[in-house]
T-cell receptor, first 112, second 115 residues
Framework: GQNIDQPTEMTATEGAIVQINCTYQTSGFNGLFWYQQHAGEAPTFLSYNVLDGLEEKGRFSSFLSRSKGYSYLLLKELQMKDSASYLCAVRSRSGGYNKLIFGAGTRLAVHP | GAGVSQSPRYKVAKRGQDVALRCDPISGHVSLFWYQQALGQGPEFLTYFQNEAQLDKSGLPSDRFFAERPEGSVSTLKIQRTQQEDSAVYLC?????????????FGSGTRLTVV
């Protein structure tokens, strides 16, 4: 079956660094995505990993270890606007197309 | 269009009523997905279209749910005889092709409340 686990909630202080972990067990693995979703809004793309290692993109970095079924999203220099849900999603290939399978999301609250 | 457009933005339905939710994907996008997102949860896959062909409907919760994309562009998700457990945000996403490298563009969703 498909299983994606991430913490339900996290809190952090403005200006700090926070790491959001994600573990997964899926078939047909074809990449891992992180999305940000503010309340009442659409998920927006943050990062994508298909090979092991770290991908850095400004204040956001994402890491993948395929052998461990593990990823994390690292947010640096936290700002109040980073308060949102962060969705870990695995792209699974089956039947000739790719499908995104989402975790339940991690709600991040950034405090002054 | 510039993004994925969904309508209506909000829908309140009485239990037992039929509803139709519309998705206008980005022009030219081949792949179209519907997801259901319950409060405090991640999006759950419902169905997938490649052009007008519905290749996967394994996520549809019951035979009350029906989706179509007759001309390979606009898609409609129909829910018959709505139940309270159908209350959720319904998200539509599109991508240029099935092998899209960077993921999908999501619409803002339709929030369905069944009373």
């Amino acid at each position: 079956g498909q299983n994606i686990d991430q913490p339900t909630e996290m809190t952090a202080t403005e200006g700090a660094i926070v790491q959001i972990n994600c573990t997964y067990q899926t078939s047909g693995f074809n990449g891992l995505f992180w999305y940000q979703q503010h309340a009442g809004e659409a998920p927006t793309f943050l990062s994508y990993n298909v090979l092991d290692g770290l991908e850095e993109k400004g204040r956001f970095s994402s890491f993948l270890s395929r052998s461990k079924g593990y990823s994390y999203l690292l947010l640096k220099e936290l700002q109040m606007k980073d308060s949102a849900s962060y969705l870990c999603a695995v792209r699974s290939r089956s039947g000739g197309y790719n499908k995104l399978i989402f975790g339940a999301g991690t709600r991040l609250a950034v405090h002054p | 269009g510039a993004g994925v457009s969904q309508s209506p933005r909000y829908k309140v339905a009485k239990r037992g009523q039929d509803v139709a939710l519309r998705c206008d994907p980005i022009s030219g996008h081949v792949s179209l997905f519907w997801y259901q997102q319950a409060l405090g949860q991640g999006p759950e896959f419902l169905t997938y279209f490649q052009n007008e062909a519905q290749l996967d409907k394994s996520g549809l919760p019951s035979d009350r749910f029906f989706a179509e994309r007759p001309e390979g562009s606009v898609s409609t998700l129909k829910i018959q005889r709505t139940q309270q457990e159908d209350s959720a945000v319904y998200l539509c996403a599109s991508s240029p092709n099935p092998g899209n490298l960077y993921g999908y563009t999501f619409g803002s969703g339709t929030r369905l409340t069944v009373v």
